[in-house]
């Protein structure tokens, strides 16, 4: 799956590969919480802070609990 993909180029440093494989998983899914959260800490991560804050609000509306999960993610410092 596309999420598997992000998750291996994520592992190998390779973040705008990882992006583009969670932006195909939530094109492809869109009502998955967990793929719009993956490409919000992707988007943090390539420097994407407006990016980050439409898909994190977008997972979060799909899957509340990704809110709690989001206020403890490392990932996410730099939004808060």
């Not at 999420?3 to 195909?24: F, V």
């Amino acid at each position: 799956s596309y999420i598997n993909l992000g998750s291996l180029y994520e592992a190998a440093g390779r973040r705008k590969e990882a992006l583009e494989m969670y932006e195909a998983a939530a094109a492809i899914r869109p009502n998955s919480g967990s793929a719009w959260y993956s490409v919000a800490r992707l988007r943090v991560l390539v420097g994407d802070g407006r990016g980050a804050h439409v898909a994190l609000a977008r997972a979060i509306e799909l899957d509340g609990a990704l809110g709690v999960r989001a206020a403890t993610d490392p990932a996410f410092a730099a939004l808060r």
